[in-house]
């Protein structure tokens, strides 16, 4: 398993209640987590809790389906991708939470080798942009 860490310090002036909203807002989230989103539906569950997304966006290697689930904790947000590209099983794990004046991303990342190490790359090239696109969201 591989593992990484994103942190990015939460604005003057935006209360921490703010960030949490955003992050309990599963459409906002799925906009924010998925740059290239062609489309996202609904599967189970309960978007003010827990609730599981069947997710269609566009990356790299052609258009993909996966299915993301968001859980709503006390501090923040847990999403889990399951997804199943042509080179193998890929699970991201992410745990966002707001501390101490920052939005907080634990990630771990199980695949194949070389799906790990391509997720962990692009966790740490892109989702300092989607920390800031979301703290953006969350002052609107």
């Not at 398993?1 to 994103?6: A, G, K």
């Amino acid at each position: 398993m591989s593992t990484t860490n994103v942190s990015t310090s939460i604005p003057t002036g935006l209360a921490q209640d703010q960030v949490l909203a955003a992050l309990h807002n599963h459409d906002l989230m799925i906009k924010t987590l998925c740059p290239a989103l062609i489309s996202y539906e609904f599967e189970s569950g309960d978007p003010n809790t827990q609730a599981t997304y069947s997710v269609t966006d566009k990356k790299p290697i052609g258009q993909t389906t996966y299915k993301l689930t968001l859980t709503n904790v006390v501090d923040g947000v847990d999403s889990l991708v399951n997804a199943k590209p042509p080179v193998g099983i890929l699970t991201i794990a992410g745990k966002w939470r707001v501390k101490n004046g920052q939005l907080v991303e634990d990630v771990e990342i199980d695949g194949n080798f070389m799906m790990k190490k391509m997720a962990k790359g692009n966790v740490e090239k892109t989702h300092p942009a989607q920390h800031s696109q979301l703290l953006e969201q969350a002052k609107a």
